[in-house]
């Protein structure tokens, strides 16, 4: 590491210097009724918004960040969202933003990844090495675990009964994952552009015969054949920011280059200045963040546990999936989601929508229609 990296992070109170550009943000921020920030048992950063002249949503709401990424990721939402939702809660997941790493401790040794060999066509595959299905089980369980228990922490520290569920990306996995395993806790379930719907090659829940030559599907995301002919490198996928880190003033560079470009339609610079203080200078992604995400999706992004497998233990009262019209997220996974849930719940149970002239980040793109959406969702 090159010795001025050093000397800086010594230098450096990156709790203290985070903290500066997330209260930056808030103080921009106008919202209906009172904000309140605290660290839910010393340990997770919350924000609760009350206003008690909201009544068009009563039922109090938990907003979920992506990866990467904070409760600050929803800032331009707060001032909307509480005009009409009477509590509304956002929170760090443990490991990211201000929240503690926690410390993950797994039962059993870390499965190797499904051995896959895809033919060169991207037609056919093939598993070449057999794996302990109920331990990779098992262990994925547990890597999920390491989020959903400190909602439910949350949720008990806050007195909270049955709460509306909103997720973003990897939080709209952890938000599925959470309403699985506590059916009776969340009322209605919202996966703003989810990742890790598509059922695939991967999945824990496969029972694949050695050296037995399938045919791959590449179109339909709820086929069990479903596989992808990309990864991402393997080192890009293991090391991610602290090749940024190692790289200097050059990685400071790129780093800065993609959040200007991902983030080109805000109007001010101070969202920007703490991705930048997130992504590079707070030292990165934690390592734990990053171990708990290497352990529930491949390096195609595709979840060993997918969504689509699972979609029948739902216990929410309604599920909406909803896109940015840019997104570069498979939306066709969310829509054929929409689909077979509404075959097997019942037509209205589940609804898809896109937020216009939007990408990912589609409340940050675009505030007022996401806005607009969720309300007019959880307000049903």
């Given amino acids: 590491m090159m010795w ?3 000397d800086w992070m010594s230098r450096k109170d990156p709790v203290a210097d985070l903290k500066h550009f997330q209260d930056k943000i808030m103080n921009l921020v106008k919202v209906g009724g009172n904000m309140e920030n605290t660290m839910v048992n010393g340990q997770v950063n919350q924000w609760h918004f009350h206003n008690s002249n909201a009544s068009e949503v009563t039922t109090p709401t938990l907003l979920i960040h992506g990866y990467a990424a ?10 909307g969202l509480t005009d009409k939702i009477s509590d509304l809660y956002t929170i760090d997941l443990p490991s990211n933003g201000l929240s503690k790493e926690l410390p993950l401790i797994l039962d059993g040794q870390t499965p190797p990844p499904l051995k896959v060999e895809i033919h060169k066509d991207g037609s056919k595959f093939k598993i070449i090495e057999r794996v302990d299905a109920e331990h990779c089980r098992s262990v994925v369980k547990q890597y999920e675990d390491y989020y ?7 949720r008990k520290h806050n007195g909270i009964g049955r ?3 909103v997720g973003h990306s990897f939080g709209g996995y952890i938000a599925f994952k959470y309403a699985v395993k506590y059916p009776k806790a969340v009322e209605q379930l919202g996966l703003i552009s989810p990742l890790g719907v598509e059922s695939n090659i991967y999945s824990v829940n496969n029972d694949w015969k050695l050296d037995t030559v399938y045919e791959m599907e590449s179109t339909d995301p709820a086929s069990r054949m479903y596989g992808k002919n990309w990864e991402i490198p393997k080192v890009l996928f293991e090391r991610q920011t602290e090749l940024l880190r190692w790289m200097g003033p050059i990685g400071a560079k790129l780093c800065w280059n993609y959040i200007t470009a991902a983030y080109n339609k805000l109007p001010t610079m101070e969202y920007k200045d703490y991705v930048f203080e997130l992504l590079y200078g707070n030292g990165g992604i934690p390592k734990t963040a990053r171990k708990v995400f290497g352990g529930l999706f491949t390096r195609s992004l595709l979840a060993r546990d997918p969504i689509m497998d699972s979609m029948d ?3 929410a009262r309604k599920v909406l999936l909803l896109y940015g019209d840019s997104d570069w997220m498979n939306n066709y996974a969310g829509y054929r989601m929409v ?3 509404n075959q097997k719940r019942g037509k209205g149970y589940a609804t898809y929508d896109e937020v216009p002239d939007a990408r990912h980040n589609l409340f940050l793109d675009n505030p007022d229609s996401f806005n607009d959406k969720l309300i007019q969702f959880l307000g049903e």
């Fill in 70 to 79: 904070s409760s600050m990721a929803y800032y331009r939402t707060f001032q």
């Fill in 4 to 6: 001025w990296i050093t």
């Fill in 339 to 341: 689909e077979l849930l």
């Fill in 148 to 154: 959903l228990d400190s909602i439910e922490l949350w």
């Fill in 313 to 315: 233990k739902l216990g």
């Fill in 163 to 165: 709460f509306n569920l």
